[in-house]
């Protein structure tokens, strides 16, 4: 009789080891799982950034020389994307342009010029260049209060 109590207090003492050791499996998963979905959407966030980067620039390159510059100068470039960008549930796009040029070539006197150049070396058919800065700005979806998230990219381009 004594025997069959034993085996009952070791089979519950084995039953409660087992059931914490697995608690504590699982809850490392868990912590493995939620950390790897928080770096995934770090990181779709980056390159989605990244790609509107991109697009702005290409947008920018679009506008300006579509843009009459004698008329007025295309500088800036602003979008938002996504439903409410400014409380951190999607991006905001800043895109500004600035111009060089030989002045002896090209007039953009109703732009504001980052350098007019004087005697630079350029080419007869691409006497003008931009300079695009593009800033991308998103908050991290985990953390809205936190601050601004920015991806910038410049990019030189002749016209």
Known sequence: MKQYRFQKAFSMLTAIVIIVLMS???MFVMSFSAKTVKSTTVQYQHEQAELY???????????????DRSINCLEDITGNIGSNPSQGKGYRVRT????????????????????????????????LSIVIDVYVDY??????NGPWLTVHRRSIQKI
């Open 139 to 144: 908050k991290d979806l985990d953390n809205i």
């Open 53 to 67: 980067a991109k697009s702005y620039t290409e947008y920018a390159v679009m506008a300006v020389t579509a843009n």
């Open 24 to 26: 504590t499996v699982a």
């Open 96 to 127: 500004h342009i600035a111009y060089i040029a030989n002045h002896n070539e090209v007039d953009i006197s109703t732009c504001s010029p980052i350098r007019i150049l004087s005697g630079a070396v350029q080419t007869v058919s691409t006497p």
